[in-house]
């Protein structure tokens, strides 16, 4: 059977991560088709882990397993979530639910305080090239809210280079690796790229004669 393109980013981008990792604790956001599931639950089988997904469709009777729970959520409805995980702390959060900056932004920063010193949140659909117009997946949404996505993940990055690592995967729609370093995670901010200031706009039309 062929893998999924979801399959194919998570053993690029972590299985070397995890996969020998005894007692693994995963949140999930978004459960679809169920890749990434039973990516994280054969896993969780193979180590005494355990994984719980939500989604607001309800997926509770598709797979039977000790090592799993479903809540049929919002990611975002944080009274019900916070209820059912109380106060645990994870080796990996997953976030493949609404795929716009906004919302990854929102949902990283609620959650990363669940997240454990060295674990990963990933962060699925970060590629916009696949997307542009005349590509394989010509879709104007996707390509813009992929962009969007990407560029606040490096304006989080720039403003914390010494609280965590960032590690892209750009195949299919891109994949995001964070590594939490510390418990500090500072709000995401503009940059000025040089390459936009008036200097680099005056040899930019120079150049065009």
Not at 196 to 205: A, E, G, T, Y
Request: charged residues 35%.
């Amino acid at each position: 059977m062929n893998k999924s393109t979801t399959e194919i980013k998570l053993e690029k981008i972590i299985k070397k991560d995890i996969e020998n990792k005894k007692n693994i604790k995963i949140l999930e956001f978004g459960v679809n088709f169920g890749n990434s599931t039973k990516f994280f639950l054969d896993l969780c089988e193979k180590n005494e882990g355990y994984l719980i997904s939500v989604d607001t469709e309800n997926y509770k009777s598709e797979i039977n397993s000790n090592k799993w729970k479903f809540i049929q959520s919002r990611d975002d409805n944080f009274e019900i979530i916070e209820k059912n995980i109380q106060n645990e702390k994870f080796d990996l959060i997953f976030l493949d639910s609404e795929h716009t900056p906004k919302h990854v932004e929102k949902i990283l920063y609620h959650y990363y305080k669940f997240l454990k010193i060295d674990g990963f949140f990933l962060i699925d659909d970060i590629c916009w090239l696949p997307y542009l117009k005349e590509n394989y997946r010509n879709n104007e949404w996707v390509e813009v809210n992929n962009k969007k996505t990407f560029e606040l993940l490096m304006m989080i990055l720039n403003q914390n280079l010494k609280n965590i690592e960032l590690d892209l995967c750009m195949d299919f729609s891109g994949m995001a690796k964070i590594k939490k370093k510390t418990e500090h995670l500072k709000a995401p901010k503009s940059f000025k790229e040089r390459d936009k200031n008036l200097k680099q706009k005056i040899k930019k039309i120079l150049n065009s004669f």
